[in-house]
């Protein structure tokens, strides 16, 4: 079922409690008493109609769901893609690195197996960050520039030679990448680390993880889904343009 | 795996050949000289080492101390000499019985040593190695050429162990081989 706007915003959270973090992004935070999500968006100032594509496309992954966020424009797309990444840069990493520090504190592993874990999650932060600002600094600038240009109806020279060079479909596959080492973390702090005497950190390491894992999927599906099929469009109907 | 170490040729096919008999699913690997049993101590994990004096007078005898050591003497002296816990001798002058006797001993003890070890794995004895190589740095063409298997086979082995082990990553391989100390901390990059 989806979420409707006559809905009282307090319910989808109830619904979905991981729908948290994405309402916060949308610029809603919490305390909105029992109003409706209508209500609680025209006060403050949010777009209900891509509030709840936003909301739906997270809880239902169809490709129902991709095709509705394909109607908003680029730049609200991009401007919530850049809050989760913000979110994921500011809040849940560190976090996630505070937990993991916790892991030698409580010495639940000894020296050589907690470098392993922290080494490991290093090095999936550094891929992470680099993933993110190739998209930051040349993705959604790009997708911006081309939507610009479809509206406008007018391709310059400059643009016409990245479309060549570099179509939107040439970033496509990073993405997997990306989710490769999240998914052996977890095993690894599920299976393959020395069972300890009480799990709990590992507990919340692991639903960190989860979460993560899931948003960050969430995330990747409106890029791969919705903004690379819409900027091949675009594309392709510019360089028709100069047919 | 089990190694056999002494230059004697026939010696090291005759122990080979007896051991495959006796226990076929081990893999067995004869070598001639102290700079390879060295090398394959520092790759791989020795579940039972039979070794000729002449050899075990050459290594670094401490990185040895806790392998499952059958020694090998050619005669069998007057007078022996008091021997540490995991080591025995083996007199290749023995006769058959008793030579088989200490071989199947040690081989059911060398079992149970590493029953523990084994059944933590879901990988067969090839996978462990291919994630050795893997761990240690190599790519699946060194890989390929250090295993005299083709590049195709390495990769059908990786696919095998991403989908065993759910980690698809060669950092995560590096992990795994660390925490089940299939490499040592060291060997890999
Ligand atoms: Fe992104
Ligand atoms: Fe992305």
């Known amino acids: ?243 | 795996m089990i190694v056999i170490a002494t230059s004697s040729f026939i010696v090291r096919k005759g122990l080979a050949d007896i051991i495959k008999e006796l226990y076929p699913a081990k893999k067995i690997i004869g070598v001639g000289f102290a700079e390879e049993l060295e090398k394959l101590r520092n790759q791989h994990t020795i579940a039972l080492l039979l070794v000729s004096a002449e050899i075990l007078s050459n290594v670094n005898l401490s990185s040895f101390r806790n392998i499952q050591t059958i020694k090998l003497i050619d005669f069998r002296p007057d007078y022996i000499e008091a021997d540490s816990a995991n080591s025995e001798l083996l007199f290749l002058d023995d006769t058959e019985t008793s030579i088989l006797h200490i071989l199947k001993r040690n081989l059911a003890l060398m079992d149970k040593n590493s029953s523990g070890n084994k059944s933590d794995s879901i990988l067969s004895d090839r996978e462990l190695d291919i994630v050795r190589e893997v761990a240690s740095g190599n790519t699946n063409k060194e890989i390929a050429d250090k295993l005299f298997i083709s590049t195709h086979t390495v990769i059908t082995h990786r696919k095998n162990i991403t989908r065993k082990l759910g980690i698809k990553t060669v950092s995560g391989l590096t992990v795994y081989a660390l925490l089940n100390k299939l490499i040592k901390m060291g060997d890999s990059l």
């Open chain 1, 1 to 243: 079922m989806q979420i409707k706007k006559e809905m009282k915003m307090a319910d989808a959270i109830h619904r979905n409690y991981l729908l948290l973090p994405v309402i916060n992004r949308l610029g809603i935070q919490l305390g909105f008493q029992d109003k409706t999500i209508e209500k609680v968006c025209l006060k403050q100032n949010v777009d209900v109609e891509f509030f709840l594509t936003i909301l739906n496309a997270y809880l239902d992954t169809n490709d129902k769901s991709s095709k509705q966020l394909q109607a908003h424009s680029v730049k609200d797309v991009v401007s919530y893609l850049l809050k989760t990444h913000s979110y994921y840069l500011e809040r849940i990493i560190p976090e996630i690195e505070n937990r993991i520090n916790l892991l030698i504190q409580h010495s639940q592993l000894n020296k050589n197996e907690f470098l392993l874990v922290k080494n490991f999650f290093e090095e999936y932060k550094k891929e992470l960050y680099g993933h993110i600002s190739l998209e930051e600094n040349f993705v959604y600038p790009y997708m911006i520039e081309i939507a610009d240009a479809y509206h406008s109806k007018s391709l310059s020279k400059t643009l016409e030679d990245k479309i060549n060079s570099y179509p939107i479909t040439s970033y496509e596959k990073e993405h997997s990448d990306i989710e490769a080492k999240l998914f052996d973390l977890k095993n690894i702090l599920i299976k393959y680390l020395p069972t300890p005497n009480d799990s709990y950190i590992r507990n919340r390491i692991l639903m960190e993880l989860f979460t993560l894992e899931q948003d960050l999927n969430d995330h990747s599906r409106i890029e791969n889904r919705v903004l690379i099929p819409k900027i091949t469009q675009m594309e392709t109907a510019l360089i028709a343009l100069k047919k």
